[in-house]
């Protein structure tokens, strides 16, 4: 009994860990060792000093936004002699080919592909034909700030940053606001001081940089290509950095199906990159495994975890200590907010409605994340894609 009990602890500690304490144990170490200024740099304005820039996209059945972003990025405040634009077609069925090769400008080249390949293989296509010092990679559904690649290429100065991630703001179609929100502004937190520590993980695919040669190809059937990539670039010993003015928009999926698939193929794709970097679990690189662990790893195994701690909680309803009935009706009350979330049944009561839209939002995303590990197990991944709005 003493080992169930052991283990009981310990997931619930590892829960609480990756969510509660590491948020302030990483505030805390980004105060006291913060090694990267470069995020709160400003953006160069002689010309002259400024690197080539090459910005890549590549489109799968994007006809319903492709020409706005077109239009955004020709808009984009960088010298013209100095900035190229990359948007391939992956083999889109709608008329993403016709729109894209309607545009005339010399900063743009556009390539159709006939065949669907996935996200991967076009950018590894892309980045053969990139001689710019810098690359920019974006999503066809992400809106840029004019000043965001100005931003993006500043921290680009000091000779030890090889990434730079930008960052995204989500927002709902209709209203406007971001429905992530609680969440995404916690993620951008962790970002931000994880950078300080030059600890950062990954970026916001809609929006990020590297310099051009440390770009290393991934794998046909990488899903999550921009964690690896930038990844990729930290395994070469240079820094990542989160700039936090360099700015993007992005919708949200429009409707909950469409945003679970797209969790549960990032959840996949959570899997597959922890089966690949497997060097960063090794503890030489300081603050970004110590990041890489309680951040990620953890967190990936939270689904994991949850199962392990209402089955032994049962186990444990047998025990003398009634502190685990106590706790089993937690999590039975617990899990029965998720329920009435799902079924919306508090809605329109602002206060409930508000926790339990919490509690939904976290038990939702670990189940996406749980059946991404079931297809992680289960499937041969592919990096061939089905458009969604996010």
Partial sequence: MKYIEFFFCLAIFLILYSYLLYPAILYSLSRVFSKNKSSDVSPITESNALPSVSVVISAYN???????????????DYPHDKIQFFIASDGSSDDTDNIISSFNDPRLCVFCFEENRGKINVLNDLLNRVSSEITVFSDANTMFATDAVLQLVSPFNDVNVGAVCGELNLIDAFSGDNKDNLYWKYE???KYHESKIDALLGANGGIYAIRTSLYEPLPDNTIIDDFCIVMNVAKQHYQIVYNKEALATEEIAPTLKEEAGRRIRIGAG???????????????YKWRWFSYVSHK???????HLMIITLLLNTILLWHTNYLYPALFIGQLTFYSFWMLGELKI????????SVIGLVTFFVSMNISLFRGYIRFLSTNLSATWQRTSR
Wanted: aromatic share 12%; proline share 6%.
């Fill in 62 to 76: 994007e006809e319903s936004c492709i020409a706005e972003r077109i239009e955004n990025l020709l808009s984009l």
């Fill in 297 to 303: 790893v953890i967190r990936w195994f939270v689904p």
């Fill in 270 to 284: 959570n899997y597959q990159s922890l089966s690949r970097l497997t060097w960063l679990l090794n503890p030489r």
């Fill in 188 to 190: 951008q937190f962790l």
């Fill in 346 to 353: 508090f809605k329109n009561v602002p206060v409930v409605g």
